[in-house]
């Protein structure tokens, strides 16, 4: 089994503007050490994390990256992302081609533009009570890893409150594409045998992992974060580190991934994960 000997973690944002406080990066060794956060809370952009993951391909970094966001949107329970629009793409690489295409003149790789398209805000719940009469109802349409993970997560097609993923996961189709398969990504694409790879993970399973209990899994404090580490058999970052969710999600997730690469498991789930479901719903690390 492949053995990597860096591990990242970026807690990502689909906010508007530029320089976005919920985006927060942390690095961290194979070895014990603690896990670091890549520069300081606000300074990153969608922009310049893409930039530095060129960077890491460039270098060929022996680098796990997870992301919090979802790679992809529901599809095999009504056998296509958008039903009834011709337009509807066959897989999730195409997906993410159709919302950078859609979005193209969007600054900061921005999304808006797609939820507000005609035939694909059919689809989304969306602030001031518009919901698309396609959304299905109730908590709405959920890929088949969600429907196995314990974290609760929200539909991919909700765009209102606190749990919604769907702006971020937008913006990371977004950042995906223009990748252009610089960096593979599990499980769309096989395990390199040198290089970095890039998985799609929930922050609470590592969270839970650490001993939080589910649904307090947010820490905001040293203390929370040192305990969380310790779990992991990390030791707590130097101080002074800043400690907002975000950031306290990046150091706790980088740790989390460091223990979870080494499971075999995890890199092979039990059905109904099959091709068909990594070609277009795709997967997320940590739920076996």
Known sequence: MRRFTRFACIDWSGARGERLPGIAVA???????????????????????????????DESADMLIGFDFSASFPFADRGAFFPGWDRSPADARALWALVDGICEDEP???????????????????????????????????RLVETRTQARPASCFNLVGAKQVGKSSLTGMRLRHRLAGRIPVWPFDPLPEKGPLIVEIYTSIAAVAAGRPPGRTKMRDATSIAQALAALGSAPP???EHHDD???????????????????????????????????????????
């Open 238 to 240: 130097p101080a002074p």
């Open 27 to 57: 690095e961290c060794h194979a070895d014990a050490g603690p896990p670091r956060l890549a520069g300081p809370p606000g300074s990153w952009s969608r922009q310049t994390v893409l930039d530095w993951l060129v960077d890491r391909a």
């Open 246 to 288: 975000h950031s306290a999600d990046a150091l706790v997730t980088a740790a989390w991934l460091r223990t979870a690469a080494g499971q075999p498991h995890l890199w092979h789930p039990a059905p109904p994960f099959s091709p068909a479901i990594t070609a277009t719903e795709g997967w997320t690390f940590g739920v076996a």
């Open 108 to 142: 900061h790789l921005g999304a808006n533009g797609f939820v507000d398209h005609e035939d694909a805000a059919r689809h989304f719940r969306r602030h001031r009570g518009r919901e698309g009469v396609d959304f299905g109802g109730g908590a709405g349409r959920m």
